[in-house]
């Protein structure tokens, strides 16, 4: 069975740093596409980044250099960290798992075969 635990998630002040953890396992980790996605209360939940096998990523625009995917092959785990966060960085993270990673392109919802719990992150101002 495929399980995404994800870790990390809390409230900072504007500025600060986060860095959120995905422990997954049940399937072959070098076979699949990882990524963050967000979801902010009346909000789509929509993708913030992904890297593929090969280790290559994708950043949503708004990341803007602050953010940073990446794995842990050894470990089964994909991070993001979070750096110069601002208030409307404030959402439910998600950790995700697709087949395959469009090219060049973030993951969207309908690619995804696996999902994590979630884990809050909460930026005041």
């Known amino acids: 069975q495929v399980q995404l635990v994800e870790s990390g998630g809390g409230s900072v ?6 860095r959120l953890s995905c422990a997954a396992s ?4 070098g076979s699949v596409c990882m ?5 902010a209360p009346g909000k789509e ?3 913030v980044a992904r890297v593929d096998r090969d280790g290559l990523v994708v950043y949503a625009a708004f990341v803007k250099g602050r953010f940073t995917i990446s794995k842990d092959n050894a470990k089964n785990t994909l991070y993001l960290q979070m750096n110069s966060l601002k208030p409307e960085d404030t ?8 087949e ?8 969207r919802v309908a690619d ?4 994590g719990q979630g884990t809050q992150v909460t930026v005041s101002s």
Do not use: I
């Open 112 to 115: 995804v075969g696996y999902w």
């Open 13 to 18: 002040q504007a500025g600060g740093s986060l």
């Open 91 to 98: 959402a439910m993270y998600y950790c995700a798992a697709a």
């Open 35 to 39: 990524g963050w996605f967000r979801q």
């Open 26 to 29: 049940g399937y072959s980790w």
């Open 45 to 47: 939940r929509g993708g």
């Open 100 to 107: 395959t990673c469009r090219w060049s392109l973030l993951l």
